[in-house]
């Protein structure tokens, strides 16, 4: 039987600086969600769609030459973060090897912030920027129906080659989430992600942070699915793969106090468990919410608090070290079981001093039994902060996408240059490891180990 389909869409490779176990952790085992809602919305439009996740299913860029044999597909799409850039086009080089006429896309957060980078590379012939659902139904149709270029300029969320130049078209405003198809979750193999019950609700985030590219992907505006659906999509995935504990994976799920509140009412008879993404300033100005959250079955929390010093705290997002510590000591109280605060160094104002109190905060945090990520300040291409660096008095060092991962220093602030910061985040990750314990993460404090670190950060 021939397996031919008019689009095959793919992830990525994991990319070599994360190891083949970081897949194999809950957080990072999710279905392709973005992708499959365009897989979704191509075939509502009528057009067969294969999804191949290389991410999470291994496998090299030469492999998808094997892939195109198999199922001859018209299109081939790819999503393509800013660290992975590099996998994505040697997949294209590849499809372009063995089947010219194949139409290769790249679509996703980086293609969306510097297409024109992307369609210099020869294998590469279409950019789709932001939201992806209708711009890829839309090209298929103008495909098959043969229009030339003039017509695809009106087309709007493209990029695309024309003579020695790049033509963007329009931008694209964001869809009502009610409209966006669930996500085609039959395409992929179900069964291999550990987290089933991923699912996003929200698109989008109301916060304006100058380190995150998000915010030009998504624009500023929030928008989220009816409360009715979204507990018709768990339901739906309760019936279909058994699963009754949910993660939200989406920028952040507490923007709006209201729907939040809403949906809860309508969690509370069920016997769901859920986790999600939290802001400090949303669950201190709206302090019903954390009690309506754990009734309604939230077991876990995850915060960008970014810093532990005041001053930057407050440029973040209306906070301090305070309003951290009494935020989550309540969340803890209320029962929530797990807390996530993760942290950046690098910030523009960020000293060894302000760095210090981030490890006086993060302990502060472990002794409470959070779980504490640190990493370094990356300029992902989109965010203000590579705008802008001449803003923020940043240098950056490299456009090497391939670098743009969280342990590498790529840039230099007004206070540090990017090797002391380098050796500053060793340095507190060796200090952050003390902290590690052999049962809940709490762990015995190696208060030595922890002192010299801040020694080593006060003394420079
Ligand atoms: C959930 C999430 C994860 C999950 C992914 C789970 C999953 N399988 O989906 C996990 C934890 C695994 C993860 C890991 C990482 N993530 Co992440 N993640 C997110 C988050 C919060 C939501 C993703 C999401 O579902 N978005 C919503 C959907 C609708 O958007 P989407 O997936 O991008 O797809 C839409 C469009 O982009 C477009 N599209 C995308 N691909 C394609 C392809 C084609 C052909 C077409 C036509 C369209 C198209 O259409 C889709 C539908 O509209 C985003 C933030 C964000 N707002 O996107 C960060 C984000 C994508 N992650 C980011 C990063 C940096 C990482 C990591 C590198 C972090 C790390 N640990 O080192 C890793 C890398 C993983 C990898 N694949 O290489 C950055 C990417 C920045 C960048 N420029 O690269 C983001 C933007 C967060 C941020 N602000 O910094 N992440
Ligand atoms: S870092 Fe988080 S809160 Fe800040 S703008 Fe990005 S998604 Fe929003």
């Given at each position: 039987?021939?397996?031919?389909?008019?689009?095959?869409?793919?992830?990525?490779?994991?990319?070599?600086?994360?190891?083949?176990?970081?897949?194999?952790?809950?957080?990072?085992?999710?279905?392709?969600?973005?992708?499959?809602?365009?897989?979704?919305?191509?075939?509502?439009?009528?057009?067969?769609?294969?999804?191949?996740?290389?991410?999470?299913?291994?496998?090299?860029?030469?492999?998808?030459?094997?892939?195109?044999?198999?199922?001859?597909?018209?299109?081939?799409?790819?999503?393509?973060?800013?660290?992975?850039?590099?996998?994505?086009?040697?997949?294209?080089?590849?499809?372009?090897?063995?089947?010219?006429?194949?139409?290769?896309?790249?679509?996703?957060?980086?293609?969306?912030?510097?297409?024109?980078?992307?369609?210099?590379?020869?294998?590469?012939?279409?950019?789709?920027?932001?939201?992806?659902?209708?711009?890829?139904?839309?090209?298929?149709?103008?495909?098959?129906?043969?229009?030339?270029?003039?017509?695809?300029?009106?087309?709007?969320?493209?990029?695309?080659?024309?003579?020695?130049?790049?033509?963007?078209?329009?931008?694209?405003?964001?869809?009502?989430?009610?409209?966006?198809?669930?996500?085609?979750?039959?395409?992929?193999?179900?069964?291999?992600?550990?987290?089933?019950?991923?699912?996003?609700?929200?698109?989008?985030?109301?916060?304006?942070?100058?380190?995150?590219?998000?915010?030009?992907?998504?624009?500023?505006?929030?928008?989220?699915?009816?409360?009715?659906?979204?507990?018709?999509?768990?339901?739906?995935?309760?019936?279909?793969?058994?699963?009754?504990?949910?993660?939200?994976?989406?920028?952040?799920?507490?923007?709006?106090?209201?729907?939040?509140?809403?949906?809860?009412?309508?969690?509370?008879?069920?016997?769901?468990?859920?986790?999600?993404?939290?802001?400090?300033?949303?669950?201190?100005?709206?302090?019903?919410?954390?009690?309506?959250?754990?009734?309604?079955?939230?077991?876990?929390?995850?915060?960008?608090?970014?810093?532990?010093?005041?001053?930057?705290?407050?440029?973040?997002?209306?906070?301090?070290?305070?309003?951290?510590?009494?935020?989550?000591?309540?969340?803890?109280?209320?029962?929530?079981?797990?807390?996530?605060?993760?942290?950046?160094?690098?910030?523009?104002?960020?000293?060894?001093?302000?760095?210090?109190?981030?490890?006086?905060?993060i302990l502060?945090?472990r002794s409470r039994g959070a779980h504490t990520?640190?990493?370094?300040?990356?300029?992902?291409?989109?965010?203000?902060?590579?705008?802008?660096?001449?803003?923020?008095?940043?240098?950056?060092?490299?456009?090497?996408?391939?670098?743009?991962?969280?342990?590498?220093?790529?840039?230099?602030?007004?206070?540090?240059?990017?090797?002391?910061?380098?050796?500053?985040?060793?340095?507190?990750?060796?200090a952050v490891t003390a902290t590690y314990g052999p049962k809940d993460g709490r762990g015995s404090l190696s208060r030595?180990r922890v002192?010299?670190?801040?020694?080593?950060?006060?003394?420079?």
């Amino acid at each position: 039987m021939s397996e031919k389909v008019d689009v095959l869409l793919l992830t990525t490779p994991r990319p070599p600086h994360l190891s083949p176990s970081a897949v194999q952790v809950s957080e990072n085992s999710a279905p392709p969600l973005g992708l499959l809602c365009v897989a979704a919305a191509l075939e509502e439009a009528g057009f067969s769609v294969a999804v191949y996740d290389f991410y999470q299913l291994g496998g090299k860029p030469r492999d998808v030459a094997a892939l195109v044999a198999r199922y001859q597909p018209r299109l081939i799409g790819v999503s393509a973060l800013t660290s992975s850039v590099h996998l994505a086009l040697a997949m294209c080089r590849h499809v372009k090897a063995v089947a010219p006429d194949v139409v290769t896309v790249i679509g996703g957060p980086h293609a969306t912030a510097v297409p024109e980078d992307l369609l210099s590379h020869p294998e590469v012939d279409f950019v789709v920027r932001g939201e992806g659902e209708q711009t890829a139904v839309e090209l298929m149709r103008a495909l098959r129906a043969g229009r030339d270029r003039s017509a695809l300029s009106l087309l709007p969320g493209l990029a695309f080659r024309e003579g020695r130049g790049v033509v963007l078209t329009p931008e694209r405003p964001p869809m009502d989430f009610d409209q966006v198809p669930l996500p085609a979750r039959h395409l992929v193999p179900m069964e291999r992600y550990l987290q089933q019950g991923a699912l996003v609700s929200s698109r989008g985030c109301t916060y304006r942070c100058w380190f995150c590219s998000s915010v030009t992907f998504n624009t500023h505006r929030y928008r989220y699915r009816s409360n009715a659906l979204v507990v018709a999509e768990m339901d739906l995935l309760c019936d279909r793969f058994g699963v009754r504990s949910f993660e939200f994976i989406e920028d952040t799920f507490t923007c709006v106090p209201e729907r939040v509140l809403g949906l809860c009412r309508l969690l509370w008879d069920r016997e769901y468990e859920w986790s999600c993404q939290a802001t400090i300033p949303d669950l201190e100005e709206h302090p019903e919410l954390i009690a309506a959250m754990v009734r309604a079955g939230c077991r876990g929390l995850f915060f960008g608090i970014e810093s532990g010093n005041d001053q930057v705290l407050k440029k973040i997002k209306r906070m301090s070290r305070r309003k951290v510590i009494d935020t989550i000591d309540r969340a803890r109280g209320e029962g929530i079981r797990h807390l996530v605060t993760s942290f950046i160094i690098g910030h523009p104002w960020d000293t060894r001093e302000t760095i210090a109190d981030t490890l006086s905060l993060i302990l502060e945090l472990r002794s409470r039994g959070a779980h504490t990520p640190v990493s370094i300040l990356v300029p992902f291409p989109g965010s203000p902060i590579a705008k802008w660096p001449e803003r923020f008095g940043i240098t950056i060092h490299s456009r090497n996408w391939a670098e743009y991962h969280y342990n590498r220093a790529l840039i230099s602030t007004p206070h540090l240059r990017r090797e002391e910061l380098e050796e500053i985040y060793f340095e507190l990750l060796e200090a952050v490891t003390a902290t590690y314990g052999p049962k809940d993460g709490r762990g015995s404090l190696s208060r030595s180990r922890v002192d010299a670190s801040l020694e080593f950060l006060a003394k420079g």
